[in-house]
């Protein structure tokens, strides 16, 4: 199924602002780079025919498109050829995990929007039909193409829900240590955190249009769906205040199908529960509570011979996979996700050819665009999110990447 919202601006219209004036110059910093490759696009044409004969004449189509190509520089993908191409990449992208019905997967087709307020708000709405009371349902949202002459929007956020990761005094990080960088960069810019910080306060998206530059939108608390974590054994994990948002709108990557790029088109799927428990809650780069958690155990941290960590993790992955069970949200976990890659091997990844594939954004570390500070060292004790991030790879799960 395929969701067309074109009611803003046609995708090839020349893009005007309110007052009507052309806006034929790039925002300061960026240029348009949007040339089609054709050889991409003819084999992209090749495999959509090849998979729906029904669509017509291929002859006609490629010679269409060379024509396209020839004059303007770039050519436009039919419905049909867009949620083709955006299924196969969210197939291939490393976040679609054990059971995720990529070939039903729900494609919303916004290459009219233009303006950041528009693109952010239907990256809102998209999150809230993803949402689906649980039940998640697989989608991808497109955004426009870069073109010769126009630069497509940009999602400067990993995620559409984040959460803000605050540096303090002592040198710690309160709340999401990932997101440090980020946060202080929105801050920057000026966005306003809560009177009273908290560990998961959900930080503003940032999007960034040819003709407007970067855009701070705040995330609607009533679009995010979030689970407190609760252990089902232990009552003093609940005490923890611990909580989790339901749906991984994957939002600072780039689609690229058939020689033509979107460089906004948020996908989401569903977690795997070691994503949440392993990598954010227990990752030393991020919340950091194994420690926290292993007192709370009883666990002799004197010692990495005790094994401490890993008893403590096993419970922190517990209680997210009970959470999200006891709340209806779906939800799998990191063993049916090895069984699942045995019997279906994750297809590899090929160059620059017409074969569909999303990849993250260079330019999205922060909202600027540029480079963030260098990472501070890495203590000497096991990383396990590192250790989260290997079996990540091992189990074809890891995010996309380049």
């Not at 990449?89 to 303006?115: F, M, Y």
């Not at 960088?181 to 801050?187: I, L």
């Not at 297809?347 to 954004?361: A, I, L, N, V």
């Not at 004790?381 to 790879?393: E, I």
């Amino acid at each position: 199924m395929t969701a067309t919202r074109d009611e803003v601006i046609p995708s090839q219209a020349s893009p005007s602002d309110a007052d009507g004036r052309v806006l034929d110059a790039p925002a300061e910093g960026r240029s348009p780079s949007g040339c089609a490759d054709l050889a991409a696009a003819e084999e992209f044409l090749l495999a959509f025919h090849d998979a729906h004969p029904e669509a017509g004449s291929l002859t006609a189509r490629l010679a269409e498109v060379r024509r396209s190509i020839a004059e303007t520089g770039t050519y436009q993908h039919t419905g049909a050829e867009l949620a083709y191409g955006a299924r196969l990449a969210l197939r291939d992208s490393g976040w679609c995990t054990s059971g995720v019905p990529w070939q039903r997967a729900q494609v919303r087709d916004l290459r009219g929007l233009r303006n950041a307020a528009a693109i952010a708000s239907e990256c809102f709405e998209h999150l809230r039909l993803a949402t689906n009371a649980g039940r998640i349902q697989p989608m991808i949202t497109v955004f426009g193409p870069d073109s010769p002459t126009w630069s497509g929007p940009r999602i400067r956020n990993e995620q559409v829900v984040r959460y803000a990761g605050y540096s303090l005094s002592d040198g710690g990080v309160l709340g999401d240590a990932r997101n440090r960088a980020f946060t202080a960069e929105v801050m920057r810019l000026g966005w306003k955190p809560p009177a009273v910080r908290s560990r998961f306060d959900h930080l503003p998206l940032v999007v960034e249009t040819h003709h407007e530059g970067v855009k701070l939108v705040p995330v609607p608390r009533d679009v995010v769906q979030e689970v407190p974590l609760e252990h089902p054994e232990y009552r003093w994990f609940g005490e923890l205040g611990l909580r989790w948002h339901t749906v991984p709108l994957v939002s600072d990557v780039q689609l690229r199908i058939g020689g033509l790029t979107y460089p906004a088109a948020p996908f989401n799927t569903w977690f795997v529960g070691t994503e949440i428990g392993t990598r954010a809650l227990a990752g030393e780069s991020a919340y950091d509570i194994t420690g926290q958690v292993a007192e709370r155990l009883g666990l002799d941290t004197s010692t990495e011979r005790s094994l401490w960590r890993d008893r403590a993790i096993v419970e922190i992955n517990r209680a997210v996979l009970h959470s999200f069970d006891s709340a209806r949200v779906v939800i799998t976990d990191h063993h049916g996700e090895a069984l699942h890659r045995q019997v279906r091997p994750r297809p590899g990844q090929r160059g620059d050819g017409g074969k569909p594939r999303f990849t993250r954004s260079r330019d999205s570390a922060r909202p600027d665009g540029a480079t963030p500070d260098e990472a501070p060292a890495a203590p000497a004790r096991p990383r396990y999110d590192v250790l989260a991030r290997m079996n990540r790879r091992c189990l074809g799960t890891d995010p996309v990447a380049e």
